[in-house]
């Protein structure tokens, strides 16, 4: 209840979680469109919070990489654990990659030469991931999601 101009009386805050619509129109209309946005959209975005529970486990998972670097102990990494970061990676030989081809700022990290130790002649090298390649149902998945996403926020302004 909204105290009148000049009350003396001991008042009381409205709760944040259990006051109805229908007390924001106090202050307008404008306050009560706001919260009732911000309470439907929080609902769609927990709701695709937990259909992307099984890309969070995959993602995570040993199947898609193996690489023992993961479980670094940095905050950072244990965040991105539960993305589609791939940490497992090796070098292997590129017959048509040159310098031009990696020109950018991580030239350094992806791009190598080397000596063939068979054969003695310089051989050009690239860094690549070993994790799986992009795999059909994650992406379904993820695709379904953002359909969902589209769909409630397109009836939501209907």
Known sequence: MRAPPGETNETKLYSAFL???SSLSDWG??????FSTLSSIGVI???AGILSIPNIIWYSSDRYDPSPNRDVNFS???ILRFSAICSSREWVKCDDCNAD???NI???????TGI????????TLINRTTCLPAQFAP???SFGVLLLLILCITAYNM
């Open 101 to 103: 081809t990696w020109n």
């Open 45 to 47: 975005l927990l709701l």
């Open 29 to 34: 209309i404008g306050m009560g469109m706001y």
């Open 19 to 21: 006051t109805p619509q």
């Open 139 to 141: 992406g379904m998945w």
């Open 116 to 123: 063939d130790v068979t054969t003695g002649e310089t051989v």
């Open 76 to 78: 950072l990494m244990r």
């Open 106 to 112: 991580f030239t350094n990290n992806y791009y190598g």
